[in-house]
């Protein structure tokens, strides 16, 4: 199999919306989107520049965040092999520069879809179309649901609720977990050693082990 007809297959394999593009645009897709092998800690984008296309993971996970001027962190969402940027989407759509930071928080495999093909693609191909405002539809519900997160419940449920989504042994630093919650590790490792003393957790060198499922999601209920 040709580096053609490989990238072709394993593009279509995570994203079947192009399935039914004829066989000629497709390659001319790959022509000018060939796929990119991007290691961890890359940054793919910032804020305040302008949008160089559509990412599309194959492989790897891209983190999405906003960073505030005195440097605490939250992150918005996550992209996920078979996902798109939805941001990226929303500044070409408008014309605008980006607004957060993206970064690999893995080696990522992605594929970026130029501007103007973008452009096209929602114009003349309803598949494309409906799979970036699905996209829409699912991150709005994300961002709304950690908006609620961060408005309404207090950090120590927050923090449960996020062990009991990465666990059962999350490979992270204080840090990492506090740049997750928008928040300062101070209070995450102050909150974490209590946690341990009610042994619900066990913490190690960076990473943190959940040892009793049941009692974090009773108290993260409350």
């Given amino acids: 199999m040709n580096d ?5 297959s394993r ?21 000018v989107a060939p796929l990119r092998q991007v290691p961890a800690g890359s940054v793919l984008f ?18 999405v965040a906003k960073t505030s001027p ?12 078979g996902e798109a940027c939805i941001l990226s989407g929303g500044c070409l759509l408008s014309d605008t520069d980006y607004a957060a930071s993206g970064v690999a928080e893995s080696d990522v495999t992605l594929l970026r879809i130029p501007p103007q093909l973008f452009q096209q ?3 003349q191909h309803p598949p494309f179309r409906r799979f970036v405002f699905d996209m829409y539809g699912a991150r709005l519900a994300e961002v709304m649901e950690l908006l609620e997160e961060v408005a309404f419940r207090k950090l120590d449920t927050r923090l449960a609720r996020l062990l009991i989504q990465r666990g059962p042994l999350i490979h992270a630093t204080h840090q990492n977990l506090a740049d997750e919650l928008g928040s300062v590790r101070v209070f995450v490792s102050r909150l974490l050693r209590s946690f341990e003393q009610r042994g619900w ?5 960076e990473r943190i082990k959940v040892l009793d499922l049941q009692a974090l999601q009773a108290f993260s209920r409350e």
Avoid: M
């Fill in 4 to 8: 053609t007809a490989n990238a072709r």
């Fill in 11 to 31: 593009l279509l394999a995570s994203f079947p919306v192009f399935r039914d593009l004829p066989a000629a645009q497709l390659d001319d897709l790959l022509a």
């Fill in 46 to 63: 910032e804020p305040n520049t302008p949008c160089e296309g559509f990412p599309l993971v194959l492989e790897g996970s891209v983190r």
């Fill in 70 to 81: 005195s440097g605490r962190e939250l992150a918005l969402y996550r992209v996920s092999p």
């Fill in 121 to 123: 693609l929602i114009v």
């Fill in 201 to 205: 957790v066990r913490l190690e060198r």
